[in-house]
């Protein structure tokens, strides 16, 4: 070993000056380099390193806290910066918000930090050194929405741009005319949104953001489509008849001829194409957009089957009929084929060849809701509530119109979650479907009009509707008190109708479709609802009367028609009330429905019409009004309602 040691010895000894002054001073470079560095690293530990810029903003040599101050400035002051973008001299202004951009403060800062310390150690010396001589750019982290772009781009080309035009089909009195191409007009949409995300990303706008109109050349030229002349002009040579039945529809040959477009596009029913490639084609939307015109006028509604109860099963008493509607897509293709047929064969107008002038409109089958054949699906099992009303005393055009309106209700059926509109259902109420004038309620006045008695049947339906426990969603009491629906219940369980409101209205809320029946047997109205029992069970408290009120004295209008000292009574007196019936509907212990109704009725005097100059003696005897017992709460008033 000491042998060794005195080798080496002796070979330093022996050493070059030169190589031992190199060896110094690379040594002393190292540690001097080790030093700088050190001092460099301690001086940046609470620094951004050198050269290192967020967009235009350069952070270098700025302690973290300073940094995150400059960063939110600058955040900050690009919120409020407005670009002006100008396409053709016409400008418009954008602001960040217009993308709803929102920046990561702390991920963007975060980034600025970790230059020369987010790497491995080796990474992490490169990228401090580095910074010293190149410049370090960080992008920020921000999100905007890329439909509010996409949004923005949108309108200002709808805004500017116009587009291109092929050479357009025109029928005048001059004839057929091609009008020439058009040129179209278009902003660079690409080179707007570079501009608006790099702006985002350097969070500031250029000086100007200027963009031109840029010139689009149509792909089709009129003097290549002029040798399809002679085509339209057989084309439009006649009008083209549409036929369903007893309807005919006419196609003119102007509105054949807006129906077609030049393309190059290659396309099954293309016609009639020019060397070029450049042909005839129908636009299948305004085709389509006509036949949809027409569809109203074909449509045949589909009948749903009419069952009625008999021996405990429900059974058909009328039978369900298919309807139809206008086949769209095919009527469109065929509309096209015989447009195209007139270019082979020419236009065959006599009557043994009505090819290429007329065309039978296709129709589908629209099969109906209920038909024959599902009875046994729509769980119609058992009787599940029932309501009778006594229409004792009624004139005979009210019971006409009881009889008449329940025959309309009579057998319909009401699908599970559908909701049942009673006027709805009731239809129009006219002499074309039936009925007689009769008195009703309308603006306090007992008038005529059809329909009068109505109120009956939803009166009666509504008590059906309450036993069998189903969701009521609409319910009116009338203006004032009625004698027909307060026997046997008193005030507070009537439901009023009139086209178009108030409704009657209630919600299926059962699991099988529901049948109406209805029968008028002497001066007695009853409807049965028949459909599946899912153990609900209704229960009513009430109606209670809460207060009633007398009516107002009697009141006498003059008129002259009479004579003197005559009277004649035109309205009688109603006592008002106010009451509350509280229904409540469980199944399986829990309350699946909760109302409570509250009805109102207004105190009205009787209304006499008198004579001229009558003899002074004492008026007519006030009608006698039964009266329940009176409360303490005060009346209320309720709104007016036209009522039968």
Sequence with gaps: MANSKTKLKYKLKHLPKWAIVSVSSLIALLVFSVGVYGFYSLFYAQKVFPNTQIGQLALGGMDFAQAEVELNKLIDDFYNQTLVVEIDGQGSEFKASTLKVEYDRTTSLERVLNVGRGGSVLENIVSQLKSLFYPNTIKPQ???????????????????????????????????????????????????????????????????????????????????????????????????????????????????????????????????????????????????????????????????????????????????????????????????????????????????????????????????????????????????????TDFSGSPSNRVHNINNGTEFLKGLLIKPGEEFSTVGALGAVDASTGYLPELVIKENKTIPEYGGGLCQVSTTLFRAVLNAGLNVTERRNHSYRVSYYEREVGPGLDATVYLPKPDFKFINDTPGWILIQGRVKGRQLTFELYGTNDGRVATLDGPHTLWTKAPPPSEYIDDPSLAPGETRQIEHAHAGAKTTATYIVTRDGQEIHNQTFVSIYKALPAKYLRGPEAPAEEPPVEEKVEEAPQADQPPTENPETPTE
């Design 142 to 388: 921000y999100s905007y929405e890329q439909v509010a772009l996409d949004t923005y781009l949108t309108d200002l080309s709808e805004k500017y741009d116009t587009g291109e035009v092929n050479p357009t089909i025109q029928l005048n009195e001059n004839g057929i005319v091609i009008n020439p191409a058009q040129i179209g007009q278009r902003y660079d949409q690409a080179a707007l949104a570079e501009l608006l995300t790099e702006s985002l990303d350097q969070l500031t706008y250029p000086a100007k953001a200027s963009f031109d109109l840029n010139d689009f050349q149509p792909l089709i030229k009129k003097e290549q489509v002029e040798v399809l002349l002679p085509g339209i002009q057989r084309l439009a040579a006649e009008p083209l008849q549409l036929v369903h039945e007893n309807l005919n529809f006419e196609v003119t040959p102007e509105q054949i001829v807006e129906w077609l477009e030049f393309t190059r596009k290659p396309k099954e029913d293309v016609v009639d194409l020019t060397p070029e490639g450049i042909g005839l084609v129908f636009s299948d939307q305004e085709i389509a957009a006509y036949t949809k015109t027409l569809s109203d006028q074909i449509y045949k509604e589909p009948v749903d089957a009419r069952l009625t109860i008999e021996d405990g099963r429900a059974t058909v008493f009328q039978q369900s009929q298919n309807g139809y509607e206008l086949d769209q897509d095919q009527a469109v293709a065929e509309i096209i084929n015989k447009l195209i047929s007139r270019l082979v064969a020419g236009i065959k107008t006599d009557e043994s060849n009505q090819e290429t002038v007329q065309l039978i409109l296709p129709v589908k089958d629209v099969t109906p809701t209920v038909t024959n054949e599902k009875i046994e699906d729509l769980g119609i099992k058992e009787l599940i509530g029932t309501g009778t």
